[in-house]
């Protein structure tokens, strides 16, 4: 299945540790509101509306340019991206089964799964490859232990009404979860609405 070509990232100017600014000065341009932190090393402007798109961007900043292309942000950093969790200490990342991986998995400090996923599954944010909310918690109450996914799939939830309903998601787990795991995560789901 061919994925959408991850858009190039806007224009807001990111900050990096180190880029030009030590940890410490960025640290004081914090103190004195003219940044605000993004992510675990990077930090935006202090006037930034800070969205989907910017954390996306942040996310981007840590993998290497040649390697946005060939993978999707997963389960907790696809949630994180998305507005529902914290950043997770090493990024999720997705790549197609089959495809070469060997030199991501050298270089790449993430946590790498092969997952085939469709057209459906991933948008494009800030210069990479996210999977969309419905694809991140049918992942979330899948794969991860309770109290990590729980309380994650609530927040999802109860996010205004952004096109995810407790409904969509448990017909979602039902038809397209592992059989090994759905029981697992149609609990997790029901756990959601107690």
Request: hydrophobic residues 45%; proline residues 7%; glycine residues 8%.
């Amino acid at each position: 299945m061919d994925f959408p070509t991850a858009a190039p990232p806007g224009r807001q100017t990111l900050l990096r540790t180190g880029r030009p600014f030590t940890r410490s000065e960025l640290n004081g341009l914090v103190l004195d509101g003219l940044a605000q932190p993004l992510s675990q090393d990077c930090f935006a402007s202090g006037t930034a509306v800070v969205d989907a798109r910017l954390r996306a961007r942040a996310l981007a900043e840590r993998i290497p340019f040649e390697a946005r292309q060939r993978v999707v942000a997963g389960r907790l950093s696809a949630a994180w991206i998305h507005g529902h969790s914290r950043e997770p200490g090493r990024p999720v990342l997705y790549i197609a089964p089959g495809r070469r991986a060997g030199t991501l998995r050298h270089g790449l400090r993430a946590e790498l799964h092969d997952i085939q996923l469709g057209s459906h599954d991933v948008v494009s944010l800030g210069g990479i490859l996210v999977t969309s909310p419905l694809r991140t918690a049918l992942d979330i109450a899948s794969s991860l232990r309770p109290e990590l996914a729980v309380p994650v799939l609530r927040n999802m939830l109860d996010d205004g009404g952004r096109g995810l309903s407790w409904r969509v998601l448990r017909l979602a787990v039902e038809h397209a979860a592992p059989p090994r795991v759905r029981e697992a995560a149609l609990a997790k789901v029901d756990a959601c609405v107690r």
